[in-house]
């Protein structure tokens, strides 16, 4: 027998979703999210013959093949994309999350697939220009339920994009567990929205790894950027800071300066899988169940966690909040962009019909429901999960959608004499 025979014959190659799976039930570590629950998708699909995916990797690839996903290319992380060509963007942050966060599941022998999912969809609903206009939608929205971007992804998946093949109103049919950990990313919550997902209860382990690395991500990579736009040089010129004060970081972390930030990235990547497995093994935690269940009674913290280095996360939290957010450069853009996209709302919630036409006629259509003397008016059922559907979300889901580009250009049209129509 040749060699690939026997390959194929002991290894059971080639291998198609139902192998695929029992090989993840056999070797993923008992705490781990092996497989979907029973009936994980809202809505049943016809099976696939040959399927050379598990579940997770179909869910995986419907957010990398969604429209959502390729505009998160020219969204705001910190610095406007047109800024440069080196700053990151939502894209490559959320590629980045996942690259990091399927290390450190590798390592504690948890599902890579389920990890990687739930990163490169977890920041699908952020808004153009970053958190200034996340904070501004959840202002406009104050009294319809807020407006917070992790729930806005889950709104995404399962409103908004729509999946060729599959019936409109399905969305991407994303599995509960994706869902799940796209929507506990971080802590902020609607009252009563997303019921069906459990909002007060910790995801998963795989979860809760994407939770800790989109933080370590996007404080380190934004450290470097700031650093890449000379957002320091002002503060040390005048005195209020000083380039040791940058240095000192790198001590924080036993790290180097001269290797860039992904000797931090590299200690805290090592921190959170040693602190991590610690929790596992000194708490006899064996299950899914009781990953879910935990909680430290000193430090209140989950399952996965900073260890030795958690002080030291802290601080370098407080200096990129303080010298890169707090920036006059990046209030000056925040102000900004709040300013216009404040207009642009207003303009047109004052005269929709300005909008394009199919957005047009979904304001036109929720007004009149939300007019009539229907019980249902203004409400969603529960396939909807608790959202009230009103002109207001209709008007934010699209300028939520928007990229940067897009925003500076609706603007220009609808407010500069000298632009074509």
């Known amino acids: 027998m040749d060699t690939l025979s026997k390959i194929e014959k002991e290894c059971g190659y080639p291998r198609y979703k139902a192998q695929i799976e029992q ?31 598990s579940e997770f990797q179909r869910d995986r690839d419907r957010i990398i093949h969604s429209k959502a996903f390729r505009r998160l290319l020219y969204k705001t992380q910190v610095f406007v ?21 399927r290390g450190i599941a590798r390592s504690l022998g948890v599902n890579e697939d389920l990890v990687e999912a739930i990163a490169l969809g977890h920041d699908l609903g952020h808004t153009p220009f970053g958190h200034a206009v996340e904070s501004l939608l959840s202002e406009l929205l104050k009294d319809e339920q807020g407006f917070y971007h992790n729930e806005q992804s889950v709104r995404i998946v399962d409103q908004i994009e729509v999946k060729r093949g599959l019936d409109q109103k399905f969305g991407l049919n994303l599995t509960w567990e994706v869902r799940e950990g796209i929507l506990k990313h971080n802590d902020d919550r609607t009252p009563g929205i997303y019921k069906s997902l459990e909002p007060d209860k910790p995801s998963g382990i795989e979860g809760q790894i994407v939770a800790l690395v989109d933080t370590v991500a996007y404080l380190c990579h934004d450290l470097e950027d700031g650093i890449e736009a000379g957002l320091f040089d002002d503060a040390i010129r005048h ?39 610690h929790v596992l093994r000194d708490n006899n935690i064996d299950s899914t169940e009781k990953v879910r269940a935990f909680r430290d009674n000193e430090t209140n913290n989950r399952v996965v966690r900073v260890g030795k280095y958690s002080e030291s996360f802290k601080k370098l939290r407080k200096f990129v909040g303080k010298y890169v957010y707090g920036n ?90 000298h632009i074509k129509i």
């Not at 994980?40 to 399927?51: D, I, L, T």
């Not at 047109?82 to 690259?99: F, I, N, P, W």
């Not at 180097?256 to 497995?277: A, H, Q, Y």
Request: charged share 30%; aromatic share 12%; net charge negative.
């Open 239 to 277: 005195g209020l800071l000083n380039k040791r004060d940058i240095d000192e970081l790198w001590d924080l972390f036993d790290a180097r300066p001269e290797n860039g930030v992904s000797s931090i990235i590299n200690r805290l990547v090592k921190d959170i899988v040693d602190s991590t497995w």
């Open 81 to 101: 994309n047109h800024e440069g060509d080196h700053y990151r963007t939502r894209m490559t942050h959320s590629l980045e999350v996942a690259q990091i966060a």
């Open 328 to 417: 006059t450069m990046t209030a000056i853009m925040d102000t900004k962009a709040k300013k216009f996209i404040r207009e642009i709302y207003e303009s047109y919630m004052n005269n929709p019909k300005q909008l394009p036409g199919d957005v047009y006629k979904s304001f036109i259509d929720v007004s009149k429901a939300n007019n009539s003397e229907s019980k249902a008016a203004g409400t969603w059922d529960d396939f909807n999960d608790g959202y009230r559907l009103t002109p207001a979300r209709v008007l934010c889901d699209f300028i939520a959608s928007m990229t940067d580009r897009y925003a500076l250009e609706t603007y220009d049209r609808l407010f500069d004499p």
């Open 23 to 53: 090989h993840q039930i056999q070797y993923l570590a008992p705490f781990a999210t092996k497989v979907p629950k029973e009936g994980s998708r809202r809505f049943e699909e016809p099976a696939y013959n040959y399927e050379t995916r």
